[in-house]
């Protein structure tokens, strides 16, 4: 597993406070290495508000299965995260050792089993060893901290090369509240939700239909919007939970999804998973151009991310980039084949700001150094207009490198 | 450009016999390197019965539009194509550059403009200079000789690291009649038909509307069963020519699709292009691996398609292949993302011969040495069982390495 630190790594963290109603504890279990945090606890003392979204995948994970099971109770008073182990594709012993997780979990929180909710990831297939937990939840409960979420994003990584962390602050109708989040990558990331785990906590006081709406909102231009490999996984997790620490600070209750008072947390909400999901991006495995691709001009803002998918998506415009090729031609070939309309001989493209093509052919004025200089950039934006609407989407992922391939041809060993 | 021969080529090519009624010359025009020949000339002296399949792109190359407006003509008189520029994306000028190539086959075979079919293969967006043609032509038409398949199947290359060719000899009603192929990848290839050009000529006389049945009936399990890279190409096309020649030797006119004398020749020209269409993954950019995908247990065949094309191009999996590892995992995840009914507690997938998970988990007969060992063939079958109904089907792919990334970083240049 390489542990070089991406070029595209943020140069530094944000220093993330701690949140009323929600302390923190890692531990090294040892499920697969012997050297590092593997296990997350978060307590929530009194029980926080749970809101989530959950992989597409057919072949879910066990302790996805668990989460949507719990959901409909809505209400969360601990979450055990586990790296090293995806617990997915485990069978009977898989559920049977999210049920055994849980109940630990529950015995050291003090709660429900129906107030617990898991993650699991890393390798698919290896049954989990949860009676590895079993010496440590008791004692992480009782020593959990507000003060520590770096701790908390360090231990759920896999192939990540740097922890991923975000906050933000912001008034509800005079009161200041936070919003923390924690993420996870590296590959299976693609839309739907792949190998991805995000956790974000606020100490706001928010209902749930509330908040599950603004997830399912907020996922769609953040989570959503990248893609690595176009490989989903069986594990996705996006999960966010308000603890309603800041009411005791004047923060009002807000029930209803029509609540003006939540426009500005809503912004901020949806800012920090952008952030979060780009540092995915950022941490793509093998990753060494952060490319953003907009497209404009479709039939539909849906019409426009399947284009804009499609040459994310697309191996072979993914290693031109790496190549620092602008090859739009590439390009071209990743419209046609997405299956919305375009219209050929009205394609307009740019990398970096350069229109590489016009009316569908080169630009006139094209200049091969001009374009050859953007290419070099860390972060390549490509444009591309298709003359048929007003449809617009903006998506994000990273080149196709050998690192890539080096990183999965070994990945299990 | 890798010049390495593919370690997964054939040992020997098939000698294509000549056909009566058709003519084959090759020259060097010079379209991109000089060193080589990259122009084709097929000339049916007599008027060729013409049926065609042509990419799905929506942005699909001028010689492919050209190609689609004379099909309704279905007589074919003259088939050129060029390697080295795939006169797509090249706008009016592309569209002019096809109607004067065509002008002057036409006038090179003495035929109708609407006879001449056109395919251009190579990069995209570069003008083509069909004026390079034009000393050509003339003089190929005069020299063309029947028995020059192999180098019709050399000049067609592109990064192919070897010419792909195949023959089947069959009785119709008590005469023999043959079928030629030829066929050029190598990347870009995906269902619907990807930057893959096939021709396939007959000497029997079979009737335009049965000649496209059978075209379209068996581009389902051969050239739209395979994928290298899932990115689909402006410019495919596979054409098929009946010349119709061993009528003079007895074979009758067929034209009735429900014909029972078809029978051998539809499972002789089935065979062929799945041969075709194999020997074009085992060419594919960078492969080392053959990989046959067969899925079964399917809610239907189609069902059964998506998932084992989910299954192949998955770069997880294609990875894990390049290195060797029996990652079942990545295969649930591919199953998992495909969309369709899968029952993952059923599941059962086996590399070579050796199962791996059975249930929904880890077979507990499974033997990572044995499974490591089967790894290590240059060919590798993978099944899966999704125990939901009776559906099947297989796909053929190859892996993904690190010499496919560096074939494409810099393919223009």
Chains 1, 2 share one sequence.
């Not at 597409?56 to 809505?74: E, K, W, Y």
């Not at 182990?85 to 630990?104: C, D, I, P, Q």
């Not at 739009?328 to 419209?335: F, N, P, Q, T």
């Not at 970096?352 to 006139?364: C, M, T």
Request: glycine share 10%; hydrophobic share 45%; aromatic share 6%.
């Amino acid at each position: 597993m390489t542990k070089t630190i991406s070029p595209l790594a943020p140069t530094s963290f944000a220093e993330l406070p701690g949140l009323e109603g929600v302390r923190i504890a890692t531990a090294a279990a040892g499920i697969k290495h012997a050297d590092r945090t593997d296990l997350l606890l978060l307590v929530f003392d009194k029980a926080a508000v749970a809101a989530g979204v959950f992989t597409q995948s057919l072949c879910p994970s066990a302790p996805v299965d668990f989460c949507r099971a719990n959901l409909a109770g809505g209400r969360a008073r601990a979450l055990v995260v586990n790296s090293g182990n995806a617990n997915a594709f485990t069978g009977k012993k898989g559920s049977e050792a999210a049920r055994l997780t849980a109940e630990m979990a529950a015995q050291a929180a003090n709660c429900d089993m129906g107030e617990v909710f898991l993650a699991s990831t890393g390798v698919i297939g290896e049954p989990l060893n949860a009676g590895k937990f079993a010496g440590a939840l008791a004692g992480m409960a009782k020593e959990a901290l507000q003060d520590r979420w770096m701790e908390a994003a360090r231990a759920i990584m896999t192939t990540d090369t740097y922890p991923k962390v975000a906050t933000r602050a912001v008034d509800i109708a005079g009161t200041e509240v936070r919003i923390n989040g924690i993420a996870k990558g590296a590959g299976m990331i693609a839309p739907d939700m792949a190998t991805m785990l995000s956790f974000i906590v606020t100490d706001a006081d928010i209902s749930r239909d509330v908040l599950q709406t603004l997830l399912h909102e907020g996922v769609e231009n953040s989570f959503n919007a990248i893609t690595v490999d176009s490989d989903t996984s069986t594990s996705d997790t996006l999960m966010m939970f308000a603890t309603g620490g800041a009411a005791t600070r004047g923060a009002p209750a807000i029930s209803d999804r029509a609540d003006e008072r939540i426009g500005a947390f809503k912004t901020a909400l949806f800012d920090l998973m952008k952030d979060l999901a780009h540092q995915i991006v950022r941490d793509g495995e093998g990753a060494r151009k952060m490319v953003e691709i907009t497209v404009t001009g479709a039939a539909s803002n849906k019409a426009a991310k399947v284009i804009a998918l499609s040459i994310a998506n697309s191996p072979l415009v993914k290693t031109a980039i790496a190549g620092e090729d602008a090859n739009w031609g590439r390009v071209v070939m990743a419209v046609g084949k997405a299956g919305q309309e375009a219209i050929r001989d009205k394609l307009q493209i740019w990398f970096g700001g350069i229109r590489v093509a016009l009316n569908g052919e080169r630009d006139p004025d094209y200049s091969e150094a001009a374009a050859a200089s953007v290419m070099k950039e860390p972060k390549i934006d490509v444009l591309v207009d298709v003359g048929v609407g007003n449809g617009k989407a903006t998506v994000w992922t990273c080149d196709l490198t050998k690192e890539y391939v080096a990183i999965n041809g070994d990945y299990r060993s």
